[in-house]
């Protein structure tokens, strides 16, 4: 059985070698005809001797001669090794530190193959296909500026504090849809005694807190790679709600209505902790 037309094709998948001495019709470079027959022979003048030759020779001798080959469709789970990825947010190269925020792991896929064995030793692999089970994960290993202080602006801890609470554990990642506010558009006038608090009692900081969906405990840290050059070092604390906020859904607090123009909206990679 085959699907191919071509005479030298039929032969490859067949594995027929046509001896030098042989004659083969269809040639090698035409169609199969209307027949669906190839004929190999001796060439004519050697006909008689090799007739003569082999009424001596034994069936058993003649297979004999033959290599079987034989093929198998065999399945198997293959490793796609993780990357490591280095995120540099430190202001200086002296007195820093090095930090795993995400473990890496290692991917699988299902590769499936064609094997050609020769007297039961492998000669020949194809790859048919290939199917992703599991997508690795990525190293993450951030590089910041050792914490010496914490300090920091609007009594925002240094990222570095932010990222040690969280050490050894693993995120989950999720793109979420990010928007931006500030105390103003939060509707309590400037001078109203809960004109910028969150929800969670504490007082909104910018590159510290976001509002995020009911299923995102207070309190919960979120590294968000976009922000990763700024202040924060891109690391941030769950201190607020959103009647708008949906668990898909992320708003970043700014200290201006400009920045919240300008940040807009947009989909950012997220991990949670």
């Known amino acids: 059985m085959t699907n191919k037309i071509l005479v030298s094709?039929?032969?490859?998948e067949n594995n027929i070698i046509v001896l030098p001495d042989e004659?083969?019709?269809?040639?090698?470079e035409s169609n199969i005809d209307f027949t669906r027959k190839i004929t190999i022979s001796k060439n004519s003048a050697e006909k008689?001797?090799?007739?003569?030759e082999t009424e001596s020779v034994t069936t058993e001798e003649i297979l004999g001669k033959y290599i079987t080959v034989a093929e198998k469709i065999i399945i198997e789970q293959v490793e796609i090794p993780f990357e490591t990825v280095t995120k540099d947010i430190s202001t200086s190269d002296e007195d820093t530190v090095d930090r795993v925020i995400q473990n890496g792991r290692n991917g699988l896929k299902e590769v499936k193959y064609k094997v050609k064995?020769?007297?039961?030793?492998?000669?020949?692999?194809?790859?048919i296909s290939e199917q992703i089970i599991r997508e690795p994960v990525d190293k993450?290993?951030?590089?910041?500026t050792r914490v010496t202080s914490r300090s920091g602006v609007r009594g925002m801890p240094q990222p570095g504090s932010i990222a040690a609470s969280v050490e050894g554990r693993e995120p989950r990642v999720a793109t979420?849809?990010?928007?931006?506010?500030?105390?103003?558009?939060?509707?309590?006038?400037i001078g109203h005694p809960q004109y910028g608090i969150t929800a969670s009692g504490a007082l909104a900081t910018s590159y510290y807190t976001v509002a995020a969906g009911p299923s995102i405990p207070m309190g919960t840290v979120i590294y968000i790679p976009y922000f990763a050059d700024r202040p924060n070092g891109g690391w941030f604390v769950v201190q607020d709600r959103g009647g708008a906020i949906s668990d898909a859904k992320l708003d970043v607090y700014f200290d201006t209505i400009e920045e919240c123009r300008n940040f807009g909206r947009r989909n950012l990679e997220c991990y949670i902790y």
Do not use: H, M
């Not at 004659?23 to 090698?28: F, K, Q, T």
């Not at 849809?177 to 006038?189: D, I, L, Q, R, V």
């Open 23 to 28: 004659d083969i019709y269809p040639n090698r």
């Open 176 to 189: 979420l849809n990010a928007t931006a506010y500030t105390a103003s558009t939060c509707g309590k006038p």
């Open 9 to 12: 094709d039929i032969l490859e």
């Open 140 to 144: 993450i290993i951030q590089i910041a």
């Open 117 to 127: 064995y020769q007297e039961e030793q492998e000669i020949e692999r194809t790859v």
């Open 48 to 52: 008689k001797i090799i007739a003569e």
